[in-house]
């Protein structure tokens, strides 16, 4: 018997215990033979792995999305529309990308880019900025900077965000203050505020949506209705925008 006939023959008993047997329908022997006709064929066809684990990313992927898009649904108003964010670009642009983001990112500050060429050949895309400080006090404390800025002076929140963000050195309470009384805002009107007005709702609601939307790391985007997790590039916004604009979705 070749092994292909052999595997042919495991296959055909394994899908006859399939069905609903006794435990003891398979002797020791059997089963003895049949692991040894599954190893032989894995050792033998290695790739075989590599189309499983894809498979199972795929498997995975998809059940991500499907738990992200029942979450962008419920929390519609509080993803697009929250009263803690800003928006950059066109107020009224037909498709609204939201970018969960962390001041001390690195993936964050490379994507950084990818906004930016967006909005400049694309007249008509919504840029909403989601502070999610999940990368430890200092950007915690970065946030609430930014937080006062936006309270202050939200004309000049888009320069600090592209400066704090684009800058090499670690995002902190400090060099945040310090950049934005550089803009010409006041250190002790930005500290009254940030006592005035801490915006921890504002950092509860980002957490929660980065909970149930399935964020585990930034940057993440949602766009349409699906997330896109990573600093994807431009070109990859580029083609969910044009997708969302051609069929409603990211994904056509």
């Not at 399939?18 to 066809?45: C, H, M, R, S, T």
């Not at 509080?78 to 066109?90: H, K, M, Q, R, V």
């Not at 900077?145 to 320069?159: I, T």
């Amino acid at each position: 018997m070749t092994f292909k006939t052999k595997l042919a023959a495991t296959v055909a008993l394994a899908l006859a215990v399939a069905a609903p047997l006794p435990a003891f329908a398979l002797d020791d022997a059997q089963k003895k033979e049949i692991g040894e006709f599954i190893k032989e064929y894995l050792v033998e066809n290695p790739e075989i792995l590599v189309e499983v684990q894809e498979a199972l990313q795929k498997k995975q992927e998809a059940q991500q999305q499907a738990k992200a898009q029942g979450a962008i649904t419920d929390n519609e108003k509080a993803i697009f529309s929250s009263p803690y964010d800003i928006a950059l670009g066109n107020p009224k642009g037909d498709v609204t990308i939201v970018e969960f983001f962390d001041y001390n990112c690195g993936y964050c500050k490379r994507a950084l880019s990818d906004m930016d060429a967006i909005l400049k050949e694309d007249k008509n895309v919504r840029f909403v900025l989601k502070e999610l400080p999940i990368l430890g006090p200092d950007s915690l404390a970065a946030h609430k900077v930014s937080a006062a800025v936006r309270d202050l002076s939200p004309e000049k929140y888009g320069e600090f965000h592209r400066t704090l963000l684009g800058g090499e050195g670690r995002a902190t309470e400090e060099s945040a203050i310090a950049l934005a009384a550089g803009m010409g805002l006041s250190e002790a009107d930005i500290r009254k505020t940030m006592a005035e007005k801490p915006h921890d709702d504002a950092v509860r609601e980002a957490y929660s949506l980065a909970n149930d939307l399935g964020i585990t790391g930034t940057p993440s985007y949602v766009l349409g209705n699906e997330m896109v997790f990573g600093a994807v590039g431009a070109d990859d916004l580029r083609a969910k925008i044009a997708n969302v604009r051609a069929c409603g979705k990211a994904s056509c």
